[in-house]
């Protein structure tokens, strides 16, 4: 069964998340981050003192959490024992410990199982780092964006400056490539293109012309349905 779910994979501040945003907004389709999941998750376990290097904690932590999945404004959100987090997912200290509660099998497979669930909300527009090739390995289009060290570094550090102040581009560019190392060689579920996505490099693009390529590549794949 081929499920109708644009696939949008590749490491972090590649821009995948907003073209992601902006293509399922265009086409009218219900927009999924995969990440905040993952992050929501590891900000939960790490709110209980959870170590990163402590699998067997961090599953059980998982075990006693009520996640909830719910579509606001054509966007899935996250909701752990009642609460919403936002900006709490986003902070330092959860980017650098969501790795470690990725790459626990366990947390894997939960995951997978409620992203594969969101089918029931509609199209989707899925963005993370094993939509294409685990999660809907029979997705109807698979794109993986990727752009230059220097670019990405680029792009995270003006995420992550406080206003009017500046990140240090170079620690954010060793942050970034300690991610992709841990992203890349985990062995469940390993950050890869998926042997039919359509690889973009975005460097050097701006969002709207990496949405465009998307559309016309999806458009090509509907009229051949």
């Known amino acids: 069964m081929s499920h109708d779910v644009i696939a949008i994979d590749g490491p972090s501040a590649s821009g995948k998340s907003t073209v992601a945003r902006k293509v399922a907004e265009r086409l009218g389709r219900v927009y999924v981050d995969s990440g905040a999941l993952y992050r929501s998750i590891a900000w939960k ?5 959870c170590e990163a290097g402590n699998p067997a904690g961090i599953v059980a932590a998982l075990g006693v959490m009520n996640v909830e999945c719910v579509v606001v ?11 919403e987090p936002a900006a709490e997912i986003r902070t330092e200290q959860v ?23 969101m089918t029931k909300f509609g199209p989707l527009v899925m963005e993370g780092r094993d939509i294409g090739t685990v999660v809907f390995p029979d997705a109807r289009a698979k794109f993986y964006l990727d752009a230059s060290p220097e670019e990405r570094a680029r792009r995270r550090s003006v995420e992550l400056a406080a206003p009017g102040g500046q990140a240090d581009v170079t620690r954010v560019m060793s942050a970034l490539a300690d991610r992709d190392r841990r992203d890349r ?30 559309l016309y590549r999806v458009s090509e794949v509907t009229a051949c349905l």
């Open 45 to 49: 376990a790490m709110s209980t003192g």
């Open 185 to 214: 060689g985990r062995k469940t579920a390993p950050l890869a293109v998926a042997g039919d996505a359509r690889v973009i490099d975005t460097t050097g693009l701006g969002i709207d012309q990496v949405v465009e390529a998307i």
């Open 95 to 117: 980017s650098g410990y969501v790795s470690a509660v990725a790459a626990v099998p366990e947390v894997r497979a939960a995951v997978t199982k409620w992203l594969r669930g």
């Open 73 to 83: 404004n054509r966007a899935v959100r996250y909701r752990v024992d009642g609460y």
